[in-house]
């Protein structure tokens, strides 16, 4: 590790399985101070590892994956083989040692492993648990595997983007599991508190279905309410208008809205034309959205002329809520999350430097960081297993004889 | 519950009211506080602001400032969004951890609290601008678009939650409070997933993909996601791995039961396919036959035998497909405060093997304890309140 975190220094979390969903979870809490062991078999390492680009150089390899190294960066990965009852046994060793299990495997995979629930608290009373899979553990479809980008559709989501006359629209990557994943960080982190304060261990069951709803929560409020059934609508808002994305110069696009009569103003004034203000046709938010298409082309027609940064500080001076549509590569050289080190370069041994992306919150008195880069397959064996959990030099030997490491 | 005993002062505006709905489910006990002139009707407030009481709040009233300023003096964690037309003037971030030192501040912002643009206004549509979201959604020649569900404050409450409980450990461990920045804008960031990355590590602009996934395959082949069918759409991806192979094995499987034309399907082994180096005509060549078989059958169709089958993928819901949904009424994840008839969603993990019950209905009052010797019960259950109580 290259940096430090103190707030939740000498907190010990254990990952069991990959992909999205558990791994932020300790990713974020590393990010503070915990110590994050991900667990893999070198048989069966973390799917993100192999599977999906982007990889350093477009040459995929365990170690060079761009997409497992947003979700565990400042961890420390071992290779434990569950599948060998040696391995079972290291693991158990490990839960005695750790404060807190995150696993995202389908239910009842963890129970099948001997990893259940009922069998490490009672190695370690004061255990917490967490479990996170698609549906939650219980319910008829309990067993459904499933990827966070389809899960964002089951929950509505996919469904409230896109405009109205067209089809859905994708969200990038698995969008619910970070919903998913930073609900339960923050249910893993009670539990731990009340282990702290009482003494008892707990089991949190975590659908990530369930936390994408809560992002869902006032339109199923309305539907339970009324009947009303939400629909997309593009960039429309029921108050705001003009509310919407308009061409800038060079491609880009710029954000703006008007929320009164009195920003419109402002608004017109900006472009030049104050009295549309004025203008029947624009005079009222109702109005403004009735005659959409007409002051969407004349808001265009002067934006399309100007860079979208310049469009949005000439109306930020005027009050306008407005921001540039910031494109992936413009994250990096955005002024407000350069300012606050949103990306941050650690060195890794095959991908060479690269930006890893922080949370967006932070401590003031006790800040987190980007504490070390992605581990490679199995590259914190010895010091995990020895420094941190404590096995003699002998009983190390005799794992690895096993093929425990394998 | 988790959090019993933990107090929590919540005087947030829309960009706050999910982070302490988020710790009141875990068990703390949340005071909203309230202008007496507030619109709590409306479902964007009463859903993520249940599970709290109120305290009306007017700041011209000395009575009002002493009330709120007794609630403070016990609580564990005030929830801010600075600068609000909600927020009370005299909650100033700085000033409350100067004046509470075990005080773990939580203070939610568009921008963040520092850099050149901290000051400029955003609703949802600039904060999911700003955070790069609305590059990636939408048609590749179109208009870049928000989810039409605002989203942004709630990655900002989500984050700003699980900021307050890892300085509530802090607390618990050196006995001070802290202060945690939120930037809804960083929030959002977060959201991206690995997009960024392609930039970093490969030179590789994502963008908006429509209804279709890019960045799956080296060859930059864009492979479908939302397939028409009779009542809507399915999500669907060709995935790659042993997850996927199984699914376009049984995909196939289905179509071939079904009498359906396979085309180009018929001939793929799954075992060596890889969804990383097919190239577009290759992909086309797949998703024809499937396109003309989805579009046959109902959402609910495709979620049942997708389950019965183990396969990966989804129905596109409505909230009416999710109100209904089998999965969540067996989990109970619909609920009520006891003895009213509104339907919010319930607390949103699973603890010990039960859900917590929601405990108040939103806009629920909370009786402040009277001045010494007015002898009036404490509403609040809180051990601190009490110890003031006493004191």
């Known amino acids: 590790m290259t940096a430090v975190a103190q707030a939740l220094a000498g907190l010990k979390v254990l990952e069991f399985g990959g992909y999205a969903a558990g791994p932020h979870i300790g990713k974020v809490l590393a990010n503070f101070g915990a110590s994050t062991i991900h667990v893999e078999s070198r048989e069966r390492p973390d799917g993100f590892r192999i599977q999906y680009p982007p990889f350093k150089d477009d040459r995929p390899g365990y170690n060079r994956s761009g997409c497992f190294a947003f979700f565990n960066d400042s961890k420390y990965s071992v290779t434990v083989d569950l599948k060998k009852p040696p391995g079972v046994a290291l693991a158990y060793r490990m839960a005695q040692w750790c404060d807190l299990v995150i696993e995202n495997m389908r239910a009842g995979v963890m129970d099948r492993l001997g990893l259940g629930f009922a069998t490490l608290s009672a190695l370690n009373p004061r255990l917490v648990m967490l479990s996170t899979c698609n549906m939650g553990q219980t319910g008829p479809r309990a067993d459904q595997p499933g990827f966070g980008s389809q899960l964002s559709a089951l929950a509505g989501l996919c469904g409230m983007t896109g405009v109205a006359d067209g089809p859905p629209m994708l969200l990038y990557g698995p969008y619910i599991d970070y919903i998913a994943s930073l609900l339960g960080a923050s249910a893993a982190m009670a539990a731990v508190l009340r282990v702290r304060r009482s003494g008892k261990g707990a089991l949190i069951d975590l659908s990530q279905y369930e936390c994408g709803l809560m992002f869902m929560g006032a339109a199923l409020h309305e539907f339970h309410a009324s009947g009303r059934v939400a629909q997309r609508c593009g960039n429309d808002d029921p108050v705001a208008a003009p509310h919407g994305a308009y061409p800038c110069a060079n491609g880009g696009w710029v954000a703006l809205s008007c929320w009164s009569d009195a920003e419109f103003a402002a608004l017109a004034q900006a472009m030049g034309q104050g009295a549309l203000a004025a203008d029947a046709r624009f005079a009222s938010p109702s109005a403004r959205r009735a005659n959409k298409a007409g002051l969407d082309a004349l808001i265009a027609g002067w934006t399309q002329t100007r860079g979208a940064d310049e469009v949005a500080q000439c109306l930020q001076a005027g009050s306008v809520a407005s921001y540039p549509v910031v494109t992936m590569s413009g994250l990096f050289t955005d002024p407000q999350l350069a300012a606050r080190r949103q990306f941050r370069v650690r060195r890794h041994p095959e991908m060479g430097d690269h930006a890893y992306c922080f949370p967006g919150f932070d401590l003031a008195e006790a800040p987190g960081d980007i504490v070390g880069p992605a581990p490679c397959v199995g590259a914190d064996n010895e010091f995990v297993f020895r420094d941190l959990v404590g096995l003699s030099e002998a009983e190390y030997e005799t794992y690895r004889r096993q093929g425990v490491f394998d | ?391």
């Open chain 2, 1 to 391: 519950m988790l959090l019993t005993d933990v107090l929590i002062i919540d005087a947030t505006d829309r960009m706050g009211w999910l982070a302490g709905r988020l710790l009141a489910d875990l068990g703390a006990d949340v005071i909203k506080i309230e202008r007496k002139d507030s619109e709590r009707s409306a479902s964007q407030w009463r859903a993520v602001n249940v599970n709290k009481r109120v305290v009306e709040h007017d700041a011209t009233q000395a009575a009002d400032r002493e009330n709120l300023a007794s609630l403070l003096a016990c609580a564990n964690i005030c929830l801010l969004t600075p600068g609000s037309s909600q927020a009370p003037a005299e909650l100033d971030p700085h000033a409350l951890r100067a004046a509470y030192p075990r005080l773990v501040v939580v203070a939610i912002r568009s921008f963040g609290a520092g850099g050149p643009r901290s000051g400029w206004k955003g609703s949802d549509l600039e904060i999911m601008a700003a955070g790069g979201a609305m590059a990636l959604a939408g048609e590749p020649d179109g208009e870049p678009v928000r989810i039409s569900e605002p989203q942004s404050y709630a990655w900002a409450g989500a984050q700003a939650a699980c900021g307050a409980v890892i300085a509530l450990y802090k607390r618990e461990t050196t006995g001070c409070g802290d202060l945690v920045e939120v930037s809804a804008q960083a929030c959002v960031v977060t959201a991206l997933s690995h997009a960024p990355a392609f930039v970093d590590l490969s030179g590789i602009e994502p963008t908006r993909a429509g209804a279709f996934m890019t960045g799956r395959s080296i060859t930059g082949a864009r492979y479908r996601v939302f397939w028409p069918c009779r009542d809507g759409y399915i999500d669907f991806i060709f995935y790659g791995g042993a997850a996927g192979r199984r699914t376009n094995e049984q995909l196939v499987a289905w179509m071939r039961a079904r009498g359906a034309e396979l085309g180009a399907l018929a001939a793929i082994d799954w075992k060596v396919w890889d969804a990383t180096r097919a190239d577009q005509a290759e992909v086309d060549a797949i998703e024809a036959p499937v396109m003309k078989f989805f579009a046959g059958m109902t959402k609910r169709e495709f979620l049942t035998e997708g389950h019965r089958r183990e396969m990966l993928g989804y129905p596109v819901s409505t909230v009416a497909d999710i109100a209904s949904d089998p999965q969540l009424a067996a989990r109970g994840f619909f609920q009520s405060v006891a003895g009213a008839a509104e339907a919010f969603c319930g607390s949103f993990a699973v603890i010990d093997g039960v859900r917590p019950p929601l405990r108040h209905s939103p806009g629920e009052a909370f009786a402040l304890p009277q001045r010494a010797g007015a002898g009036l019960k404490l509403a609040s259950a809180k051990g601190e309140m009490r110890a003031r109580r006493r004191s």
